[in-house]
């Protein structure tokens, strides 16, 4: 499983649109970039899932270069709510919950 | 989406006692159920693979006769935390996903207290 590298945390004001990047510059062929959120002892939720170009649901959205080395996760307008840690995965989509987390990203909102 | 459930939410047991956690997949069936371990500040780790009808994959380091996994039907898997010890307190979180699914569905997790 490719090794996933994001920054530790983050600060971010209420409104403002924040964006996370995460690298994986071992990525396969057969793997799909996957975000999930935790918030404090909660199990993670899944958040969105891409393979290439831009993928863009009610939550947020995944840019993803033409090389796949990294991936963007753009949460807009953030409130208060969304505080809590980001992880990026990498992984082939049939090993779907086969899922080896970093250290994950922690944002904080802050008004 | 598909629900995850874990039973209990919250338990504090005795040092040396035993500890059962379950794991239910509500609305599909799940032939492989994950079993992960989160201590404070830090980021989930697979502990083991739990597969229907067969015994569960355990990874590098995780003591399979302390841990027990039991995944005796295509919705539950249970996590048995044997002779536990304080060490052994953490945040344990299990996850499925449905037959041929791309998203993995997470319980609320189990938060494991050893006194």
């Known amino acids: 499983l490719a090794k996933t590298t994001q920054p530790i945390s983050m600060d971010s004001y209420e409104g403002q649109e924040v964006n996370i990047t995460c690298s994986h510059n071992?990525?396969?062929?057969?793997?799909?970039i996957t975000w999930y959120q935790q918030f404090p002892s909660q199990g993670p939720r899944f958040i969105i899932q891409?393979?290439?170009t831009k993928v863009t649901n009610e939550v947020a959205s995944l840019f993803i270069p033409a090389d796949r080395k990294s991936s963007t996760l753009s949460l807009p307008r953030v409130s208060l709510s969304d505080t809590a840690v980001y992880y990026c995965?990498?992984?082939?989509?049939?090993?779907?919950?086969?899922?080896?987390f970093g250290t994950g990203t922690r944002l904080q909102v802050t008004l | 989406g598909a629900v995850v459930s874990q039973h209990p939410s919250r338990v504090i047991c005795k040092s040396g006692t035993s500890v059962k956690i379950e794991c239910r997949s509500l609305d599909f069936q799940a032939t492989t159920m994950f079993w992960y371990r989160q201590f404070p500040k830090q980021s989930l780790m697979l502990m083991a693979t739990?597969?229907?009808?067969?015994?569960?994959?355990?990874e590098q380091g995780v003591e399979k006769d302390k841990f027990l996994i039991n995944h005796a039907s295509l919705t539950l898997s249970t996590l048995t935390v044997t002779s536990a010890h304080p060490e052994d307190s953490s945040f344990y979180i299990c996850s499925a996903s449905g037959l041929g699914g791309t998203e993995a569905f997470f319980g609320q997790g189990t938060r494991l207290t050893v006194v």
């Open positions: 891409g393979y290439k």
């Open positions: 071992n990525i396969a062929t057969n793997d799909y």
């Open positions: 995965l990498v992984g082939d989509r049939g090993t779907a919950s086969k899922l080896t």
């Open positions: 739990s597969n229907e009808g067969s015994k569960a994959t355990y």
